[in-house]
């Protein structure tokens, strides 16, 4: 019988040992709708069954219920489980539609305890800065972020959406053990500037988001299709004459996986798995998901292997996206590029 475990991978130089595909959280708690919290937990389970090691949440997740959901989950798992949390995006429990940066050294050690609290944990594996506040120099972040490291209270440090420069000069303060971009087949700006960098310092690369938030399992094909309270509503690609648009970019997806047999999310994934091997670098996607038949689904995606014939195929999705990831991409790296 074929093991149905994952393989694993270093976490960047130096970086922790952990599954080949994580799991994003976030969606047991927040932005995607109602969840079952009872398959919630089973999923959490299941997901370590088949070697998912990398968990990923934030702070900002559900104002910290997140954190505060997968904290059994995670004492009960503590020496198998690699944890992720971040920082970087207040949220104003009065209007939770208010957003704000926070990069500065205060804030900074009164969320790691806030987390810490909520997680029920004494130290966090890999934390990373959420976004980037551009009015504070990233050097003096990371500089507040290392001295969680040699306080005990964090092992490993990681940025999300930075740009190639940002990332170099962070590195150039602490060692950065992962960057975590959205990247997927609807998503390649990170392909100019950032995975360089990635590459050249020996940093892993975590894409959130590698089914392009569920557009590309055919999942919903426009923002009305989802409920009210689904952030995803809000974005460019999914609403207008972007949705319909995009949602005929999944043909060639839907051909290579009746091909393999696979699901269209399934070569979504394997094409970001790929680009590891393709690219030369360590890359640990982070597809969220609440139910065990898909943690099932998206870590068999790890053992497809896409022919240069079908990755030509899937090449030129990307180029023909309708739409911005985010309305205001200012607070993405590539905003900033």
Request: with cysteine; glycine share 8%.
């Amino acid at each position: 019988m074929t093991d149905s475990r994952i393989a694993n991978v270093e976490l960047g130089t130096g970086g922790p040992e952990v599954g080949v595909q994580g799991l994003g959280c976030m969606g047991m708690s927040a932005a995607y709708g109602p969840t079952d919290a009872d398959e919630a937990r089973a999923t959490l389970e299941r997901a370590l069954e088949l070697a998912v090691t990398l968990f990923d949440t934030a702070d900002v997740y559900g104002l910290g219920e997140n954190e505060k959901f997968i904290s059994p989950f995670v004492r009960a798992h503590r020496d198998e489980v690699v944890l992720a949390t971040k920082f970087g995006i207040f949220r104003d429990p009065a209007d939770p539609t208010k957003r704000t940066i926070r990069n500065d050294t205060p804030y900074i050690r009164r969320a790691v305890e806030g987390s810490l609290r909520r997680l029920d944990v004494e130290v966090i594996d890999l934390y990373y800065m959420h976004r980037r506040d551009v009015n504070i120099p990233i050097e003096e972040t990371v500089a507040a972020m290392a001295e969680l490291v040699r306080e005990g209270k964090v092992k490993h440090l990681g940025l999300s959406e930075v740009t190639g420069g940002e990332l170099r000069a962070a590195h150039a303060v602490h060692p950065i053990a992962a960057v975590q971009s959205e990247w997927s087949l609807f998503s390649r700006d990170i392909e100019a500037g950032v995975v360089p960098a990635v590459r050249e310092l020996g940093v892993a690369l975590v894409p959130y988001s590698p089914l392009g938030r569920g557009f590309l399992t055919g999942s919903f094909v426009h923002a009305e299709d989802l409920t009210s309270d689904d952030f995803r509503r809000t974005m460019p690609r999914f609403t207008g004459d972007n949705a319909a648009a995009n949602a005929a970019l999944l043909e060639p997806v839907r051909a290579v996986a009746e091909a393999h047999g696979a699901s269209p999310g399934q070569i979504a994934l394997a094409w970001v798995q790929q680009q590891a091997s393709s690219l030369g670098l360590p890359v640990v996607p982070i597809p969220g998901t609440t139910r065990r038949s898909r943690v099932e689904e998206n870590t068999a995606a790890t053992r497809i292997v896409l022919t240069e014939d079908e990755l030509a195929v899937l090449e030129p999705i990307a180029s023909k996206v309708a739409g911005e990831r985010y309305a205001d991409m200012s607070f993405a790296s590539a905003g900033r590029e």
